[in-house]
């Protein structure tokens, strides 16, 4: 027997932050190649396109250098799909959490220094700002949470020295802290700081010791609903701030390996990204505002961050400065793109699953109403302001599952239908979305899909039909393919091509690549609708 999902309109329903990632990336550009940041980062950013980004940034030191390094980054992701952007700095150093002195400078500083990059710099989507990472200090994970008089008196500082210098649209969050046992911390500050708190936001890992996809969707989705009411309670909203799927933090004798359950191992790694999928479905049905995974690019593999004379060592010293100093003593591979010393910086299972839940669980979307026949069948959509729409089905069960999807939203446009299944991840060798299929329903007005188990399709409206403007190749060298630049309005990135097989995708308008002579070289453009 076939499960019924059927999507339903509904009026008192909710509108989406979005999902998105946190972008440790955007602190580290001096230290990766062209090839790297073209090919991989900025790349794989444009075609997810994310509507809300955590990073670490906003410091009380950030050097004119760093925020120029900030706002080319800026301006070439967040700037093209208006994301807004969650600022928090890595972690305070220990000598502010001692003195308030010190503290009221380190405000006012964060404040001068925003306003600068805001206002000269021109990034006005830093939206929300948090005193620190995880009530952390440089020297210890969550201090603030011995002493949240003090995180209170801190975020006073913060909160007097934004409207000093008048940054308005950054709204102080309360209060970062990571685990199912700090989310007390919510209802403390809830009591505590609600009149300079914009925005409440947690952390979660792990499962919390549920044993089956099904069970944890319920049990997480009951948690985040309880936080949302409770803010609901202040007349605010609650951010998903990081979350991932790490129970251990891995084996190593020296180093301390921040990894996701499965790594290194793909077929679990498959597993543990549908997870998260589920996670991130649970959250934003339960009403949260945003949701944000840890992270979207690795951490570089340790190195040491002394500084230095060359141009290498003072990348180093800067990524680590403003990235967190852990770096030396942290393998921190949870991104979907990796980082590593030996050149992999292919995509890994969660580009083709939370990368493509994040494309099509946008900013100002209204959260949809939904009914499942099968408990192990879990759901969620939104409709744009655009009126198109996007439909997530995922089935936790341990078997296929028949479904019958109908909805009462209608539509000309047939569903583009994307996939992924935990068991055969749609793996591209340049990190490019899966191929969807286009699928109209049937005359009664529904779509039969099968679904394997720990695998979802997302069903979507939100594209155009339409034909990218044709790409020029200029030069052909030894070395390098070189085109000229798109002026589609829609461009998003480029795909190279010899003799009709792929070898690439960038942002860039050019790929280093050894040529044959007597091949043929194409580019293409792929529009941000996957259009080609």
């Known amino acids: 027997m076939s499960v019924k999902v059927n999507f339903k309109k509904s009026y008192y329903r909710w509108l989406f932050g979005g999902m998105g990632f946190h972008n440790s990336e955007v602190s580290m550009t001096p230290m990766m190649s062209d090839k790297f940041l073209n090919e991989r980062v900025i790349k794989a950013y444009r075609e997810i396109s994310p509507t809300f980004s955590r990073l670490f940034a906003g410091f009380g030191d950030w050097t004119e250098e760093a925020m120029e390094h900030f706002a080319a980054y800026y301006h070439k992701t967040f700037a093209q799909n208006d994301c807004s952007i969650y600022m928090v700095p890595w972690r305070l150093p220990h000598r502010i959490y001692e003195s308030d002195e010190e503290m009221a400078e380190w405000a006012e500083n964060v404040a001068r220094k925003l306003h600068h990059v805001i206002r000269d710099k021109n990034c006005p989507l830093i939206r929300y700002y948090c005193l620190t990472n995880e009530l952390a200090t440089d020297i210890t994970w969550a201090k603030y949470g011995d002493d949240l008089d003090r995180f209170k008196r801190h975020s006073k500082m913060l909160f007097d020295a934004f409207h000093k210098y008048e940054l308005e649209n950054v709204g102080l969050v309360s209060t970062d802290s990571s685990g199912t046992g700090n989310f007390k911390h919510i209802d403390w500050a809830i009591k505590n700081m609600d009149s300079i708190t914009d925005i409440y936001c947690t952390h979660h890992y792990g499962n919390d010791g549920r044993k089956t996809n099904t069970e944890f969707y319920y049990y997480f989705r009951d948690l985040i609903s309880d936080m949302v009411q409770k803010c609901k309670g202040r007349q605010k909203r609650f951010i ?69 004379h060359t141009p290498e060592a003072k990348a180093r010293h800067e990524v680590g400065r403003f990235t967190g100093w852990n770096t030396a003593i942290r393998y921190n591979k949870n991104g979907m793109i990796h980082w590593t010393n030996d050149g992999d ?26 009914d499942s026949s099968d408990e192990s069948v ?7 302001l655009d009126g198109s729409y996007s439909y997530c089905i995922m089935n936790c069960a341990g078997e296929a599952r028949e479904i019958d999807f109908s909805t009462e939203y209608t539509t000309d446009k047939p569903f583009r239908m994307f996939t992924y299944d935990s068991a055969n991840v749609p793996y591209n060798d340049f990190g490019d979305f899966q191929d969807f299929e286009n699928v109209k329903p049937n005359e009664n007005g529904d779509v039969h899909i099968m679904l394997p188990p720990s695998s979802m399709v997302i069903l979507t409206t939100d594209y155009k039909n339409r034909t990218p403007s044709a790409v020029s190749v200029t030069s052909v060298s030894e070395d390098r393919i070189t085109w000229a630049a798109s002026r589609d309005a829609e461009h998003c990135y480029y795909r190279v091509f010899e003799d009709g097989k792929q070898i690439g995708s960038t942002v860039a308008e050019y790929l280093e690549r050894c040529t044959k002579p007597n091949a043929i070289y194409t580019v293409k453009s792929v529009d941000k609708f996957g259009n080609i």
């Not at 292919?346 to 946008?362: D, E, I």
């Not at 879990?378 to 744009?384: Q, Y």
């Open 240 to 308: 998903l701030g990081e979350f991932g799927m790490h129970t251990t933090w891995g084996q190593s004798s020296i180093m301390m390996p921040d990894v996701p359950d499965g790594f290194l191992d793909p077929a679990e790694e498959a597993k543990t990204a549908f997870t998260c999928c589920v996670k991130a479905l649970a959250s934003m049905n339960a009403g949260a505002y945003a949701t944000v995974y840890w992270t979207m690019v690795d951490y570089p593999d340790p190195y040491i961050i002394d500084d230095g």
């Open 378 to 384: 879990i759901c969620g959509g939104t409709v744009n």
């Open 345 to 370: 910086y292919n995509a890994n299972a969660y580009m083709y699953s939370m990368g493509l839940m994040a494309r099509y669980f946008r900013k100002n979307s209204c959260v949809l109403e939904f």
